[in-house]
């Protein structure tokens, strides 16, 4: 691998203050300080949740009635709060945190969770990325992509479950790559399992045109985020029209969508939705999906309309976030029935993209 040059940035451990967790909405705030080289200025960083952004904080539920034990907790994490590494890269501001109940990681000015890894034996993190193992059930046999790895939090869950998955993971920062086989487990996933399944990871765009992707992928995971927001790309509907020349044939796109376009979700004013059913209409990526995936199907010599988007969102203490799945919706009994847990009662929430007449 050739050299790449690296801003490292000087870690003050004393800076690495605290981590606040608010009881009530389950919003996780990191507080941290640390010095750039020769800037020779503290910078204050703090992350937290909001409807655009991608931080989850899994482990941190907690309820009224066992406040005494949560404060003992947030005293433990508190003491044992650590950032293990920071790096700069040309793509992003790289932070790795560890604490007793998992490993997170903080990207780009905003220094949002890009990925966690739970420690211990419960994997889940209650967040979009458990969403993204439901779709190896609805798509054909065949390899799946990840346009986003990050730190593979969705590589770690798919692969646990369905261990003879052929995944292809897009990352487009190096640097963050060689990271997360050194914190986040990535070089076990690139090794196949007992059944064949395997991680094979791909630096580059993945907007740039390739002849070798047309017709390649059974289903490709989107989850490209940059300064707390979607890639802009993913909001027009030419890109999802290159991009679905990706899938064989009843393949499918799962994308994290993000939040709603700079509207207050409890001020729509004059764009207030006809109901709660069409909220997907205030998310850019969801309409261009909408658009490149209309649905008009021939039935002898008639055209139909299937919709060809659905969607769903993610819980308010789960970070709102607005998640998009192309192709007709499912037997959502049949697929509920196809996966553990509490998977099977969230994919029953998927709906079409039909706004109310």
Known sequence: MASLAVTEFVINPASASRLISNPITNNTFFFFCFCFPKRG??????????????????????SSSSSDQYDQRQQQEEENFQVVTAVRSKYNDIVIVDTPKSRMLLLDSTYNVHSIINKGIHKWTGSYWDEFVSLPAIVPNGPIAIYGLGGGTAAHLMLDLWPSLKLEGWEIDEILIDKVRDYFGLS??????????????????????????????????????????????????????KLKDRLMPNGRFMVNCGGIDGVSDMTYGAARPKSMNDVWMHNSAIRALSEAFPGKVWHFHEISLHRQVSWKRMPERNGENFLALTGLLPDLSSWSAAVPGHLSETVKKWKPCAPSQ
């Open 41 to 62: 200025a503290s910078l204050l960083l703090k992350s937290h949740l909001h409807s655009a952004s991608r931080f989850r904080k899994a482990n941190a539920t907690t």
């Open 188 to 241: 076990d996933l690139e090794k196949p399992t007992a059944t064949g399944g395997v991680l094979q990871v791909h630096i580059g765009d993945v907007f740039s045109p390739s002849e070798d992707a047309s017709g390649r992928y059974a289903g490709i995971v989107v989850d490209l985020f940059s300064e707390g927001k979607v890639l802009p790309q993913l909001e027009e509907v030419a890109t999802w029209l």
